[in-house]
Nanobody, 123 residues
Framework: QVQLAESGGGLVQAGGSVTLSCSAS????????MGWFRQAPGKEREFVAA????????YYADSVKGRFTISRDNAKNMVYLQMNSLKPEDTAVYYC????????????????WGQGTPVTVAS
């Protein structure tokens, strides 16, 4: 079992930056891929970014590539999502997820989820 808890969301102006954090507890954190997903009101949950067990490989949705950066610290059981140049369309609840299926860009590829943290980007 892995328990995940996101933090760092809030209200930010367009063009601004925010860093989301995900704290993990439980067993073998470093054995999981970690991902960030988001869900805007009235829309389906969508993939944002993912990072491999070691942190050596990262993956991004086209909509955030070049603006968002995912990272992890296995010693601290933490995952981060640095979000720059935010746009109103980035407004959503952001979820941290852990999985080891290898299907990193779909929600079904993850076994554990946090409760989410809302990010609102004001224009």
């Amino acid at each position: 079992q892995v328990q995940l808890a996101e933090s760092g969301g809030g209200l930010v102006q367009a063009g601004g930056s925010v860093t989301l954090s995900c704290s993990a507890s439980g067993r073998a954190f470093s054995s999981y891929y970690m991902g960030w997903f988001r869900q805007a009101p009235g829309k389906e949950r969508e993939f944002v970014a993912a990072i491999s067990w070691s942190g050596g490989d990262t993956y991004y949705a086209d909509s955030v590539k070049g603006r968002f950066t995912i990272s992890r610290d296995n010693a601290k059981n933490m995952v981060y999502l640095q979000m720059n140049s935010l746009k109103p369309e980035d407004t959503a609840v952001y979820y941290c997820a852990a999985g080891n299926t290898g299907y990193i860009q779909i929600a079904e590829g993850y076994d554990y989820w946090g409760q989410g943290t809302p990010v609102t980007v004001a224009s």
